[in-house]
């Protein structure tokens, strides 16, 4: 990415928070964390954030609840589970309720930072295409105003 990421961890483990913290910090992402969701919803109201980390697990509600209470961005926030009980049930549930990968604890950071990298990467380019459409729509739309003023001045 040519700006630097936002990245959310959610978990109540402080050690998993400071750890993930320490590990994205010196990638150069920019981090914050949240214990529960409610703070990560509170948050997520004032600041934009590319990606949130989310245990699945949470004091005040069930990651895959969470989802869905994040506040809707554009681009899209990245969502992406984060699990010490795997499950079929709760990945099936996961994917369903939007998030773009689930993970499993223990982290292996190889991993993790390969799919924020390559979820990064879709993002970027997303909202590369977006710009590209808008510019196109403003282009198209000029040309529009411009030959509907010709014809105004030969009338």
Do not use: W
């Not at 998030?99 to 380019?125: C, F, G, S, W």
């Not at 196109?136 to 105003?145: D, N, V």
């Not at 509907?148 to 001045?153: C, L």
Request: proline share 3%; glycine share 4%.
């Amino acid at each position: 990415m040519t700006e630097t990421a936002r990245i959310l961890i959610i978990d109540d483990d402080e050690s998993i928070r400071k750890a993930l913290s320490a590990v994205l910090e010196d990638k150069g992402y920019i981090v914050d964390t949240a214990q529960c969701g409610s703070e990560a919803i509170e948050k997520s109201k004032t600041s934009f954030y590319n990606v949130a980390l989310i245990d699945i697990r949470l004091p005040d509600i069930e990651g895959t609840r969470l989802l869905k209470a994040l506040n809707d961005t554009v681009p899209p926030m990245i969502k992406i589970i984060v699990t010490g009980y795997p499950s079929l049930a709760n990945a099936v549930e996961a994917v369903n309720k939007g998030a773009d990968a689930y993970i499993l604890k223990p982290l292996v950071m190889d991993n993790v930072l390969k799919t924020i990298r390559e979820h990064l990467k879709r993002q970027q380019e997303a909202r590369k295409y977006s710009e590209e459409r808008v510019a196109e729509f403003i282009e198209t739309r000029a040309k529009e105003l411009e030959a509907e003023e010709a014809a105004q001045r030969i009338r």
